[in-house]
């Protein structure tokens, strides 16, 4: 199966380390998407490598980037001019060792072939010629940045074959130590998109039309529906370097949201042949007047991404849940199967196994504000032979440190699980090499961090880091295998031998341990008894006790109600007692508790009528109960 321009693109960064991805999709427009073919224009070519002495001489010319090529494509180009005899006619410098180039500026494409000893100085006396730009207003984009003294020879420079440069004329003129200064501060611009806030910090040789790139990486709004508040007003903004728009110090404000105008929109069709080359068709949608900007590549608008992990996410393991459902849906089903669990399970799952059963523990940390993350997640996690290998070996953990909440319990995680130096290890890896993978092994009986993968790398880096940890760890788990295996047959013998002796040992004490404990249970029993009926005589004598101070005294006099209680058989006795007529039915309750008869075992019948008055209430005097001036009741066991 021919592969697809996402896979050619990731094959063409891997080998050719061109991390811009706006110059690696040039260079493959330029080869029609042949892969070979696009490798090969960019090899560096055979020429004179000695290095030219650099000159502190003031220079009228105005580096505005740091070796940044800015890139046009090629669909659809505006005119030309072959600026090709004019750039060769001078006499003075052979055509042995030329130096092509092609010079945008104001709209056209000048081809201009110069030797390589010329200097940066002569090369901008003919672009004065050929695009009418004064030297002392050039703006050169492309060429090298710093190292770009008007002294230095241009094969010095490292230029590319065919290397691409953005002329333009300043709408003024900077000193150039003015210019230099602005070069090297770092700007912060801060993004406001819908819901969301981005803090961006770029170089000053960074562009306009590079910081549009990020944020369509980071809101899915490409560059041409992109509608922006806050710019300068600047000629050719997007070709021009922030040192020179002119931003707001220490922080520049600028708000960006979606278009509404309706432009024209491109399906891409991928179209497999037999033979190991695939080709690309866009066909065309018109639904009104399109007005917009033109891009390299024209996608069809998709809804804004949902973040991979809610804020302030308060349960870890629900955390990974969410990360692994949501990367799913994002970058589709060519994706690790990520561990949903806590990082101290997916330890216990990876590295805490017998050592033949072990595992790699790879932690994904991901961070929405990088703009190596949709990059890295679609092109490299998603390669065939990386996910192969993350299956077979690797128990992949997965985490989203975009917010600071969430950030801190990882890290919190880490320490408890890993060590605080695993932790400070995470918490330095800045945000611009994010997203990174993380390896942990665990190697005679020490569990820690192995290596980071950060994400500015390529496929074939990250699959060679990933198997460099993997012989690493293969060949410490099979020494640990190994010494697990002697281990094993040393403790089995010594199980035996220590098996054998008890069964000995248990034969020759088996009955004198039989005798002892049926003694002992006999005796045990007895006691417990003994125990029971003390323990319970204690208790009733200390309720009778209790009940018998609660019965008050017998009266003298006054209205007095005598009760007579007739014994339960075998007895054949009475029990006579003179209460107060307003004494309460407890207190005759009570008499009979202390002489041994507790209501909760006896029942108190009255004759007429025939009730028991232990289901009246307690507090009832006798004289209500129709007990004075005398009655006989009568006990009954329950």
């Known amino acids: 199966m021919a592969e697809n321009r996402e896979e050619i693109l990731a094959n063409f960064q891997g080998i050719t380390a061109i991390e811009n991805v706006a ?34 001489d003031t220079h009228d010319i105005e580096m505005i980037d740091d070796d940044i090529s800015v890139i046009t494509p090629k669909t659809h180009p505006p005119d030309r001019e072959d600026g090709t005899q004019a750039s060769t006619s001078s006499p003075k410098y052979n055509s042995i060792d030329l130096v092509e180039l092609q010079v945008h500026c104001n709209n056209k494409i000048h081809e201009i072939k110069i030797s390589g000893a010329a200097t940066v100085s002569d090369l901008k006396k003919q672009l004065e010629v050929i695009c009418g730009v004064p030297v002392c207003r050039q703006q050169i984009s492309g060429l090298g940045g710093s190292r770009a003294v008007p002294t230095a020879q241009l094969h010095t420079l490292a230029l590319p074959h065919n290397a691409v440069l953005r002329l333009k004329a300043a709408d003024t003129v900077m000193a150039d130590d003015e210019v230099a200064e602005r070069l090297t501060l770092t700007y912060a611009l801060h993004v406001k998109c819908e819901d969301e806030e981005y803090t961006l910090k770029y170089p000053g040789t960074k562009t306009v039309q590079e910081v549009k790139n990020d944020i369509y990486a980071l809101t899915d709004i490409p560059v041409r529906h992109q509608s922006w508040t806050g710019w300068p007003t600047v000629t050719g903004l997007d070709d021009t370097v922030l040192a020179m728009v002119g931003l707001d110090l220490p922080q520049h404000e600028l708000s960006v949201k979606r278009s509404t105008t309706k432009q024209k929109e491109y399906k891409r069709i991928i179209v497999e042949s037999s033979d190991d080359e695939s080709s690309v068709e866009e066909i065309e949608d018109i639904t009104d007047d399109f007005t917009g900007e033109h891009d390299m590549f024209d996608v069809v608008q998709s809804e804004r991404l949902q973040p991979l992990m809610s804020e302030h996410v308060e349960d870890e ?31 216990k799952e990876s590295c805490l196994k017998p050592a033949k059963e072990r595992k790699l523990l790879g932690v994904y940390l991901h961070h929405e504000q990088s703009v190596l993350s949709n990059v890295f997640c679609a092109q490299l996690l998603g390669c065939e032979a990386v996910l192969q290998t993350l299956q077979a070996n690797f128990v992949v953990y997965g985490w989203d440190l975009t917010n600071p909440d969430n950030n801190n319990m990882l890290l919190t995680s880490v320490t408890n699980a890993l060590g605080p130096v695993a932790s400070m290890t995470i918490r330095s890896i800045p945000v611009d090499r994010l997203p990174a993978l993380v390896i942990i092994m665990r190697v005679r009986s020490n569990t820690e961090i192995y290596s980071v993968i950060n994400g500015n790398v390529g496929v074939s880096e990250l699959l060679g880091g990933l198997v460099e940890a993997l012989e690493r760890f293969s060949a410490a788990r099979d020494d640990e295998a190994r010494m697990e295996r002697e281990r094993d047959a040393r403790q089995r013998v010594k199980r035996e031998q220590d098996e054998a002796y008890q069964r000995s040992l248990e034969a020759d004490r088996a009955k004198e341990e039989i005798k002892k404990q049926q003694e002992l249970e006999r005796n045990q029993e007895l006691e417990r008894a003994e125990s029971e009926r003390l323990m319970e005589e204690a208790k009733k004598e200390a309720e009778r006790e209790t009940a018998a101070r609660r019965v008050p005294a017998e009266p003298c006099g006054g209205d007095v109600a005598r009760i007579r209680v007739r014994l339960p058989p075998p007895h054949h006795d009475c029990l006579e007692r003179r209460f107060h007529a307003h004494d309460t039915l407890a207190a005759l309750l009570d008499f009979l508790a202390s002489k041994g008869y507790p209501q909760e075992q006896y029942k108190v019948i009255a004759s007429w009528p025939r009730r028991d008055l232990t289901t009246e209430s307690p507090s009832s005097t006798l004289k209500a109960l129709k007990l004075y001036p005398q009655e006989t009741v009568m006990l009954e066991e329950r």
């Open 317 to 347: 393991a629900l955390g990974c849940i969410e990360f692994a459902s949501r990367f799913r849906a994002r970058y589709g089903p060519n994706t690790p199967n990520f561990f949903e669990g806590t990082l101290h399970d997916a330890i």
């Open 23 to 56: 110059e690696a999709i040039y260079h493959l427009e330029e080869a029609n998407w042949d892969l070979l073919g696009a490798i090969n224009r960019v090899m560096p070519q055979d020429g004179n490598s000695s290095a030219a002495a650099a000159s502190n």
